[in-house]
């Protein structure tokens, strides 16, 4: 079992930065940031393979935001840079342990984590 903790969430204005960390209570294979605005179906942002053999982002944060691993600390950092009114939402990190190719389509259904956050929110003001 893995628990992940979020944290690092808040209120920010537009063009300002954020970063959230996930930290993970065992070895994850693969982690990922996924974020659900109101209203709206829950989305991927950004994921990363073990040892980062892997990491790729959605299109609306390329270029924006980065995601880094420190995986002795089992932690996950996203780092959120000229932030968008758009990107307010609630962000989860989640991980899963099983072995899969690494690849972009493996990164951005729900069903591919078996572990999930609490969620931190992230509030973009214009």
């Known amino acids: 079992q893995v628990q992940l903790v979020e944290s690092g969430g808040g209120s920010v204005q537009a063009g300002g930065s954020l970063r959230l960390s996930c930290a993970a209570s065992?070895?994850?294979?693969?982690m990922a940031w996924f974020r659900q605005a109101p209203g709206k179906e829950r989305e991927g942002v950004a994921c990363i393979y073990t040892g980062a053999a892997g990491i790729y982002y959605a299109d609306s944060v390329k270029g924006r935001f980065t995601l880094s691993q420190d995986e002795p600390k089992n932690t996950l950092y996203l780092q959120m840079n000229r932030l968008k009114p758009e990107d307010t939402a609630m962000y989860y990190c989640?991980?899963?342990?099983?072995?899969?190719?690494?690849?972009?389509?493996?990164?951005?259904?729900?069903?591919?984590?078996?572990?999930w956050g609490q969620g931190t929110q992230v509030t973009v003001s214009s």
């Open positions: 989640a991980a899963d342990r099983r072995w899969k190719t690494v690849s972009n389509s493996g990164c951005w259904s729900e069903g591919n984590y078996y572990y």
């Open positions: 065992g070895y994850t294979y693969k």
